[in-house]
């Protein structure tokens, strides 16, 4: 019988290195939201912050984890996330906030995790590895180009134009061009430089919905014919015309740029984190506000592909299993604002989250801030007393800030017709420019993130 039992002892030596080399469980994290959003700094502490799990203790699995580290990515040619350099601007002697992100990159960070419970202490360790993918928001926005003929599109971004900044000059240039003419490389280059810049200066205003996504963020494609289109109003397009070649161009954007987006990348999450300044698009105003509750309708199409076109049978039954909201840069707030703030998101986010939520996703909205880079004071107003923030603004002096009021009902922001087309966050909140703090939290101030772990509970709690 020791015979017996030693064999059966080797084998499962055998079984178990066998399932631990092949069952090795990987969770691709997607982590988006439009430019400036937060994605960079979110990346960067989220890591962090894991591979010190001391700050995290909403993540209660996180004690089960032994070991945290860095590890090279499974996917050669994509650009790494470039961590250190981040961590290091973030944390160095003259701390400043790092470049954000300009496409697609990635990183992989693994677990080795103590089963526990009952069994635990009789199953060995496993090691599971964690693949973030950043991207630009705004080339899920592209999603909704794919169904779009090069001439419903032209309609739909000629329609808006006018109400936003640049417009005008693009919509001036436009009356002074025949685009049924023979195609002329300059007045096409001028045509879209004019269109590019009119984007620009609507992101700027605080208008989300600024696509083609890669008119703002390039990268190695600026200036391809992929890239130099612009939108032109119903007309006559005849073979070797400036309007047919836009069409053509408009197409090559989709079939070349948008569609091996979601094939490569997109397809391949597992959970997704879409984060939102939903603050910033406050203080810009209801028009900025509304703008934004349109694009992240837009957005979150992408994890309702339904049963037809092009994602659907891209995705095959695969789906999203978790999507987290997140407002971002809740540290501009006192915490006694924070649930206004969530409330806000989810109310912004109502009907993109219903249509995720038919996908059987699993959601939820939250208030976080990835890098806390102020401190919470009551100050005296007025014989009152408001909930302000503290911190170092940019130019290097400290000061203590009411950003104003978020309203107690959603409603009275996000539904203009019933009287919430009126400015919140219009006390500090211009001026709250804060730099990021140097790591010297002390006793009782809290850790240095705003439910940065509450987040990765969700996001990965369940897989550790
Ligand atoms: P990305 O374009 O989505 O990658 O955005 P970034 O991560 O670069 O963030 C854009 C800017 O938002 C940063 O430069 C900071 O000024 C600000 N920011 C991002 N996260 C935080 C945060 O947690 N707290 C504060 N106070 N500001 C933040």
């Not at 001036?172 to 430089?193: H, I």
């Not at 740029?257 to 490569?264: E, G, I, L």
């Not at 203080?283 to 506000?289: D, K, S, T, Y």
């Not at 302000?388 to 922001?413: F, I, K």
Request: hydrophobic share 40%.
């Amino acid at each position: 019988s020791d015979i017996a039992d030693g064999l059966s002892r080797g084998i499962e030596g055998i079984g178990a290195s066998v399932s631990e080399a092949l069952f090795e469980p990987v969770i691709r994290l997607g982590v988006t939201g439009l430019s400036r959003a937060g994605k960079t700094v979110f990346i960067t502490s989220l890591v962090a912050n894991l591979l010190d799990r001391g700050r995290m203790p909403g993540l209660t699995r996180g004690g089960d984890i032994t070991a945290a580290f860095l590890q090279p990515q499974p996917d050669d040619t994509v650009a790494r996330f470039a961590y250190e350099d981040h961590l290091a601007a973030l944390t160095g002697p003259t701390p400043h906030w790092p470049e954000g992100t300009r496409t697609v990159s990635e990183l992989r960070l693994s677990f080795r995790v103590q089963p526990s419970g009952l069994l635990g202490g009789l199953r060995g360790p496993r090691t599971i590895h964690l693949d973030i993918v950043d991207y630009p928001g705004e080339w899920l926005l592209d999603l909704g180009l794919m169904d779009k003929s090069y001439a419903q599109w032209s309609e739909g971004v000629l329609g808006r134009m006018s109400a936003r900044p640049g417009g005008a000059d693009y919509l001036a240039l436009l009356a002074e061009t025949d685009a049924s003419a023979k195609l002329d490389e300059p007045t096409a280059k001028r045509l879209a430089e004019v269109f590019t810049t009119h984007l620009n200066a609507a992101r700027e205003a605080g208008y989300s919905d600024c696509s083609p996504g890669r008119f703002l963020l390039p990268g190695d494609l600026a200036g391809s014919p992929v890239l130099t289109f612009a939108p032109l109003p119903k007309g006559e397009a005849p073979r070797g015309s400036l309007a047919r070649e836009m069409e053509r161009r408009y197409d090559a954007y989709k079939a070349q740029v948008v569609k091996p987006f979601f094939r490569d990348h997109f397809a391949r999450i597992d959970r997704q984190i879409v984060l939102v300044d939903v603050l910033g698009a406050i203080h810009a105003g209801p028009a900025a506000l509304e703008d934004l509750r349109q694009s992240m309708a837009g957005i979150l199409q992408a994890f309702r592909p339904g049963t037809a076109g092009f994602l659907a049978s891209l995705l095959g039954a695969r789906r999203v299993e978790k999507i987290l909201f997140a407002a971002t840069k809740a540290d501009h707030l006192h915490h006694m604002q924070h649930a206004r703030l969530t409330a806000i998101t989810g109310a912004l986010l109502r009907e993109a989250k219903d249509r995720a939520d038919f996908a059987g996703a699993e959601t939820l909205a939250l208030s976080i801030a990835a890098l806390r880079a102020t401190t919470e004071e009551m100050v005296s107003h007025d014989g009152g007393e408001l909930p302000a923030v503290r911190g170092r603004l940019m130019d290097g002096r400290n000061a203590a800030l009411y950003p104003g009021d978020l309203p107690s009902d959603p409603a009275q922001l996000l539904a203009p017709a019933r009287g919430g087309a009126q400015h919140w966050l219009d006390a500090d909140f211009d001026i709250m420019a804060f730099a990021p703090a140097p790591i010297t939290l002390r006793p009782g101030e809290g850790p240095p993130h705003i439910r940065l772990d509450k987040a990765a509970e969700f996001l990965i709690g369940d897989k550790l």
